[in-house]
């Protein structure tokens, strides 16, 4: 008789990227068994889980009715991912207009083998015994139980090269949830000149004292992609008057080069061709008025896209840089304070694919402090003095000690039916910032951590509610301090 062993991964996660918060099942088949009779020789699968150079997990499974053993890891992948960093909100405002994805993702490396009397084989052991993935990345996102694996292709550009200058194929999805677009055909108030009919281009409606980012998937896909346009190379910000004309002469517009003087990379240089491994997969970039600190005074909208390396003997706008965007387009446009609104509370908030959206509430908004009181009843003479004597201002009850907790209401304006499912994911978000733009001087442009109150939301639409509103409960994070009575 003969031992066969062939430990074999047959199943993981998404190779180019998956999300954290939902099914990541790996399979593993090939436990040594003897090929006479068929009986398994082991007592247990075993998969071991690397980051970075350390094993993070060592798990152990018997095999299954089919001698395989699956295994979901996302909870022990969900403990290396995070929310993005707490100024993510402010890059551009403080500090450089570029951040990685280190805090939102996470690589990570399988490796499997079996255990046969309580051992493992030594790694790497001999053919068979071990078997190892290429490295995995998740990102701290969601998606449905049945997204396995998840679908990365939307979120991909497509470029390829025609002689020595790069094309965009198709341009990728970035990580927002916002699904109402316009396409660049429609628009005629003002726009580039490469923003043809089939580019969607996303509608944001900000005050210039709106802060905003969007973040985009750096790898790049296509039939012959150029080997220099590896990723993102530069973020493109197109900046048109009220009259629809280009605000810097010739229509050239003001840029961030990707790289990681300005918070971004893989790149430390333009058009170096760095493959985005971890931590560069994503990078998010400042996009909103106050973060973009280029922004004119007669600016009425401008347009946010991402740019790949092309030879500088093309002919584009930029030298080295591709007039079209390598991601969907984004359209800012800036909105003056109504005087029968109330100043606005922005929100900030934890989507589907571990990044930030934002949403602004321009109309009511109210504030409360509920107050929760310890107190106790102190005597009004001193015993321990040598006589009796009380004044009129002594105290009986005291307040030693209570909570105070800041809670808020704030509304909406009449929404689209768009708008109203694009707050959904406001209302559910684990993690949720404020900016209330009511505060004194600059503290209007500090974020506030608040936790949602709301307990519910119900889906509206024109349909069935005609001219419908949101209100959203919060309060924030951190109570309110007092001092002992």
């Known amino acids: 008789m003969a031992i066969i062993t062939n430990i074999q991964i047959t199943q993981t996660p998404q ?12 399979t593993i088949e090939g436990i040594p068994y003897d090929d006479t009779t068929g009986i398994i020789q082991a007592e247990k699968y075993v998969l071991q889980i690397w980051r970075n150079g350390q094993m993070i997990a060592d798990l152990r499974q018997s095999p299954n009715a089919s001698a395989a053993a699956i295994f979901d890891i996302q909870n022990t992948i969900q403990n290396f991912v995070s929310p993005s960093p707490n100024n993510v909100e402010e890059i551009g405002f403080i500090g450089v207009e570029l951040m990685n994805s280190a805090k939102e993702s996470t690589p990570y490396e399988l490796r499997a083998s079996y255990e046969q009397g ?19 990345l998740a990102f701290g996102g969601t998606k449905e139980y049945y997204e396995v694996p998840f679908n990365a292709t939307a979120y991909i550009p497509q470029l390829t090269q025609t002689g020595i200058c790069t094309g965009v194929l198709k341009p990728a999805k970035p990580f927002t949830d916002l699904t109402s677009y316009r396409l660049g055909g429609a628009i005629t108030d003002g726009k580039p000149s490469w923003l043809t009919s089939n580019i969607r281009v996303y509608d944001h409606y900000v005050t210039r004292d709106d802060m905003t980012t969007i973040s985009y998937y750096q790898m790049v896909s296509g039939p012959n992609p150029p080997a220099l346009a590896a990723s993102v190379d530069a973020i493109m910000y197109w900046q048109f008057d009220a009259n629809g004309q280009p605000i810097n002469s010739g229509g050239i517009p003001d840029l961030v080069y990707n790289v990681q003087a300005n918070g971004g990379g893989p790149n430390t240089t333009p058009g170096q061709g760095a493959g985005p491994i971890y931590p560069y997969r994503a990078v998010t970039a400042a996009t909103g008025p106050r973060n973009f600190q280029d922004l004119s005074g007669l600016c009425t909208h401008y347009y946010v896209s991402t740019s790949a390396y092309t030879d500088s003997a093309c002919p584009t706008l930029v030298s080295g840089l591709t007039n079209e965007s390598m991601h969907y387009v984004h359209r800012f446009n800036i909105i003056e304070t109504n005087c029968s609104d109330f100043p606005d509370y922005q929100f900030s908030w934890l989507n589907s694919y571990g990044f930030r959206d934002y949403y602004s509430f321009r109309k009511r ?4 402090v509920s107050i929760n009181r310890n107190e106790f009843l102190r005597e009004a003479a001193n015993y321990n003095s040598t006589n009796y004597s009380v004044n009129r201002f002594d105290r009986g009850q005291t307040v030693y000690s209570q909570t105070l907790q800041q809670d808020y209401v704030a509304f909406t304006d009449y929404l689209s039916d768009e708008d109203a499912k694009y707050l959904e994911g406001l209302f559910t978000s684990a993690d949720v910032k404020v900016r209330f ?21 119900k889906e509206k639409t024109i349909r069935t509610d005609r001219l419908f509103q949101y209100d959203i409960r919060f309060k924030q994070a951190h109570n309110l301090k007092s001092q002992r009575g």
């Not at 954290?20 to 099942?25: C, E, F, K, R, V």
């Not at 309580?118 to 995995?136: E, F, I, K, M, R």
């Not at 908004?365 to 409360?368: E, G, I, L, V």
């Open 437 to 457: 733009g009511d505060a004194a001087g600059n503290a209007k442009y500090e974020w506030t951590p608040v936790v949602i109150t709301s307990t519910n939301w």
């Open 365 to 368: 908004h109210d504030r409360s």
């Open 15 to 26: 190779i180019t990227f998956d999300e954290a918060y939902g099914p990541l099942p790996v």
């Open 118 to 136: 309580g051992q493992v084989p030594a790694y790497p052991g001999t053919t068979g015994q071990w078997a190892t993935s290429n490295t995995l």
